[in-house]
């Protein structure tokens, strides 16, 4: 009998996460909380697990050009840490909107909104694009790269910078389709994006047969032709498919009210993330006073720690989706619980990352630099920061729950204080003034993402969110 239940409940989660992946569920407003939560993080994770698995397959391949290599990845990515902040910023005010309107039953409403953003994307990527292709030497030489680094490998910077549209619209893009409920839309386009990179990497590394291989150039062009194809697959989903949301000729229009609106909301969301990241420049910076060597093993660890958080940052999507689509449709306190009980379902996970981590440090960074130096700051990076995943889990939650209700301000407020009257000048004393070397910033990271979980529960209880209009 017992075994007949046990099989029964296999076959009940097969079933779901087959429904999950497939997108069959439309409504989230309704029914079971557990289960609404279930069948949108289980895209979302699938999505993010991707660009968590492209981000280590890269550094892989990357790892074996050496040292110098790794360490111009990890300064052109805390450079790429403001495309990503603009996307995310961008994705979250469009999120919010998008999600409203399909709470409200408003398709033409979420459909015109998602096409304005996309009108907004396209604007800031080409602003990017200009700086980054004329200054890629001053900055990486701005972000403390050797001059020999500088000269070998800038090439790999104005690539990535170049063609930044394909990052920014990916990202945004897929913040439409949360918002209006379709995230295995969102899953197939990141899958798409990272599975051809992931291919294209070693082919344009170290070549094979007729194609030369291009070294880190290879690594770049890898990138963006993956992500260009899974911009197109959206494109067509967008324009052609039958998901919950679908663009037509009448919502092509500028539409400048909305435009306003939509920057309003995501001029908080970018606002965060860009105090984020750069913070995150400020922590490269200090950290590259150690050496390459330094930078590579944070770099090494970072990726490994992304790899868990990406996933997790999934499941923080969907708790913004279901505070956007139960605000819009009048029920606020099903949108907060559904908030505490994703928080706790991230929690548990996070911390399960952080015991395996703790454990098993040497042998991750390991598989990917056999360099001693290298090996001990990867280790330390793992083990340090990924002590403060208790409270983040709860912490990311709360913030992709305040932008998911139009609140962008909130964790703005909280990002600023946290991480820039905070981690930087804790990061810098426990570094420099301390002589903790960079194991001082990977204290700092988990000291200061601790304490912003710890403001945020406090703040999000006071339920201000429930209010904002969007």
């Not at 005010?93 to 399909?102: D, E, K, L, W």
């Not at 998911?404 to 204080?417: E, L, M, Q, S, V």
């Amino acid at each position: 009998m017992s075994q007949r239940v046990t099989n029964s409940r296999f076959i009940n989660i097969f079933r779901l996460l087959k429904e999950a992946v497939n997108g069959e569920e439309k409504e989230y407003t309704t029914g079971s909380i557990d289960r609404a939560i279930f069948m949108l993080s289980i895209p979302m994770i699938l999505e993010m697990s991707m660009e968590s698995l492209f981000a280590l397959a890269d550094a892989f391949f990357v790892s074996r050009l050496g040292t110098d290599a790794i360490a111009t990845v990890g300064l052109t990515e805390s450079l790429l840490f403001v495309v990503y902040s603009l996307a995310i910023g961008v994705s979250m005010g469009t999120t919010a909107v998008v999600a409203r309107r399909t709470g409200e039953k408003n398709k033409d409403g979420a459909a015109h909104a998602g096409m304005q953003a996309i009108y907004i994307g396209v604007a800031l990527s080409i602003l990017i694009g200009i700086v980054g292709i004329v200054f890629a030497k001053d900055l990486l030489k701005l972000m403390g790269g050797s001059p020999e680094l500088i000269e070998e490998n800038y090439l790999y910077t104005v690539i990535l910078l170049g063609s930044n549209v394909v990052i920014l619209l990916l990202f945004l893009i897929n913040g439409i389709f949360r918002g209006a409920g379709d995230a295995s839309i969102a899953m197939r386009s990141l899958w798409l994006a990272n599975l051809l990179n992931i291919v294209l990497d070693p082919l344009l590394i170290y070549g094979l047969g007729p194609i030369e291989g291009m070294g880190l150039k290879g690594a770049a062009i890898a990138t963006a032709i993956g992500r260009g194809t899974g911009v197109l697959y959206q494109i067509y989903h967008l324009y052609k498919g039958k998901g919950m949301i679908k663009v037509l000729r009448k919502h092509m229009g500028i539409d400048v009210p909305i435009i306003g609106n939509l920057l309003r909301l995501s001029l908080g969301g970018t606002a965060q993330f860009l105090i984020a990241s750069a913070s995150w420049i400020f922590l490269v910076r200090i950290i590259a006073k150690f050496g390459s060597n330094a930078i590579a093993g944070y770099t090494i660890g970072i990726r490994m720690i992304g790899f868990t958080i990406l996933p997790a940052w999934g499941m923080s999507n969907a708790a913004a989706t279901l505070v956007g689509q139960n605000l819009g449709a009048k029920q606020p306190e099903r949108a907060e619980q559904s908030v505490w009980r994703t928080a706790f379902f991230n929690m548990i996970f996070l911390v399960s990352v952080a015991i395996v981590f703790t454990i098993f440090a040497p042998w991750i960074i390991g598989i990917f630099s056999t360099e001693p130096e290298v090996l001990k700051y990867g280790i330390e990076c793992l083990r340090y920061v990924c002590a403060g995943y208790l409270f983040y889990g709860y912490g990311m939650v709360l913030a992709q729950s305040f932008n998911g209700a139009g609140d962008t301000k909130t964790p703005t407020i909280i990002n600023f204080f946290g991480f820039w009257v905070f981690q930087i000048p804790l990061a810098y004393v426990l570094a420099n003034s301390l002589a903790w070397g960079p194991k001082g910033v990977f204290w700092a990271i988990a000291i200061a993402e601790s304490a912003m979980a710890i403001a945020a529960m406090l703040i999000f209880r006071r339920g201000k969110w429930k209010t904002i209009e969007v």
